[in-house]
């Protein structure tokens, strides 16, 4: 048998498989929490001024970005006719 090391480390074997991974993760991360503010700041200049309801906090635009995907789907842009 033949003693293959890559490095040491087992992981070392696949550094542009996982450096792809956690880049997509910290990418998905980074726009989710953009995508709630965006969310946070709309609801506050439309909803409250039609329905005259409360603001609401950032994580609360965040709690209802993740409920939105759970009954929707993951996304509406990704729509097909």
Do not use: C
Not at 9 to 33: A, C, D, T
Not at 35 to 44: E, K, R
Not at 52 to 81: D, H, P, T, V
Request: charged content about 10%.
């Amino acid at each position: 048998m033949h003693d293959i090391s890559f490095g040491g480390s087992p992981m070392s074997f696949f550094p542009g498989i996982m450096g792809g991974i956690f880049s997509m993760l910290l990418l998905w991360i980074v726009l989710l929490f953009i995508v709630s503010g965006v969310l946070m700041w709309l609801w506050n200049i439309t909803i409250t001024r039609i329905f005259n309801i409360r603001e609401i906090s950032y994580w609360e635009a965040l709690r209802l970005l993740i409920i939105s995907a759970i009954l929707f789907g993951k996304s509406g842009l990704n729509m097909q006719l």
